[in-house]
C-alpha cells in the first residue's frame, strides 16, 4: 500500500476537510493520519459511530508509548479509531506541547505507513516548514501533495516551498487547488505559475471550495451530501491519486532494471514480473503454465 502526505505551505486552505473527502471517497481501504502538530481538528469536528465522541487520547500520542516495542500494521490499528461513516482515522495530538514527547516516532512512523499491508494511508501533515517536526512523514511518502487556494498570497508561498520539498523529497509532487468552481481562471493562473517554475508539477487538480459540502465534516451538514460540488470534484481527485500511488515510480523501474538487465526482464499474463526470453520466467514458460 502506499502514504500520500498532504500538506499547506502557508495558512488554512482546507487541508483537513480535503483529507477527509478524500478518505471518505478512497476506492480501497484506507487509514487517516491526523500528522499536523498544530493539534487535532478531527476530534473536535467528527464523532465515532453512533454520535459518540472520539477517543481524544487514542491516537499519535498512545502510540508513541506502544511504539517503544515496534511498529507494524497491528500497532497502528490499536492506536486508531473508526469515524461515523465508516472511515478510520489516527488522530493527532491534542495540542502542540504534546509534540515535544513524539521525541524520534516521525521517521519511522512515517516508514511504516508507506509499507502498510492492509491500508493506503492518508497522512494531513498541516502547514509545513523547514523546521517542521512532521516532515519525516512527509520524506516517506509516495505521494506529497501541496493544497493552496487560488489567492497570490497562497500561491507565492506554495512556489516557495515546492522549490524546497523538491531537494528533500523522493516522491511524486502534485498541487491541490481549493477554489470555486466558477473561478476557473483563478486555477489557470495557478497552473500558468507552475509551468512557469523549473519545477515540474505534473499532477494538479481543482478541489471545489463549497461551504455547503464542506459543512458535513465539520458536523453542521444539511441535505445530499452526494449532490455537493465538493463530492463531485473529490470522487475523481480520490481515484486519480489511488490510481496514481499503485503504479510504480520512476527509481523502481531503475531497480528492476539493475536486477533484471535489458532484454531480461518482462511480465506475465497475470501482471507478475519476470525474466525474459533466456530466464525461467520466459513468456514460452509462461505459455506453459496456462
Known amino acids: 500500500m502506499a502514504l500520500v502526505a498532504l500538506a499547506s505551505a502557508k495558512g488554512s486552505p482546507g487541508v483537513t476537510t480535503a483529507s477527509l473527502v478524500l478518505g471518505a471517497l478512497w476506492p480501497r481501504q484506507v487509514l487517516l493520519a491526523e500528522c499536523d502538530p498544530s493539534g487535532s481538528d478531527v476530534a473536535i469536528r467528527m464523532t465515532a459511530p453512533g454520535g459518540q465522541p472520539l477517543n481524544s487520547d487514542r491516537g499519535l500520542v498512545s502510540l508513541a508509548a506502544a511504539s517503544r516495542k515496534g511498529l507494524g500494521d497491528e500497532v497502528i490499528l490499536a492506536h486508531s479509531q473508526q469515524l461515523d461513516g465508516g472511515l478510520d482515522v ?14 524520534g516516532l516521525w521517521s519511522p512512523l512515517g516508514l511504516t505507513f ?4 492492509s491500508a493506503d494511508v492518508l497522512a494531513d501533515c498541516g502547514r509545513i516548514g523547514a523546521s517542521s517536526p512532521q516532515l519525516p512523514v512527509i520524506q516517506a511518502a509516495r505521494l506529497v501533495v501541496l493544497v493552496c ?4 498570497s497562497s500561491v507565492a508561498h506554495l512556489r516557495e516551498r515546492l522549490s524546497t520539498l523538491i531537494h528533500h523529497v523522493d516522491a511524486r509532487l502534485g498541487v491541490m487547488v481549493v477554489a470555486d468552481p466558477k473561478r476557473r481562471d483563478g486555477v489557470k493562473q495557478v497552473w500558468s505559475v507552475l509551468d512557469a517554475m523549473s519545477v515540474q508539477i505534473q499532477h494538479r487538480w481543482h478541489l471545489a471550495y463549497d461551504p455547503v459540502g464542506a459543512a458535513f465534516f465539520d458536523g453542521r451538514g444539511h441535505g445530499r451530501l452526494d449532490r455537493t460540488a465538493l463530492i463531485r470534484t473529490a470522487g475523481d481527485i480520490a481515484g486519480e491519486m489511488a490510481a496514481l500511488v499503485a503504479s510504480p515510480m520512476q527509481h523502481e523501474f531503475d531497480m528492476a532494471q539493475a536486477a533484471f538487465p535489458e532484454g531480461q526482464i518482462g511480465y506475465s499474463p497475470d501482471g507478475q514480473m519476470g525474466y525474459g526470453s533466456e530466464g525461467p520466467g520466459s513468456p514460452s514458460e509462461w505459455e506453459g503454465r496456462r
Do not use: D, I, K, S
Not at 487556494?149 to 497570490?152: E, L, Q
Open 114 to 117: 508507506n509499507q502498510m499491508q
Open 149 to 152: 487556494t487560488a489567492t497570490g
Open 90 to 103: 489516527m488522530l493527532g495530538v491534542r495540542a502542540p506541547e504534546q509534540v515535544g514527547g513524539m521525541g
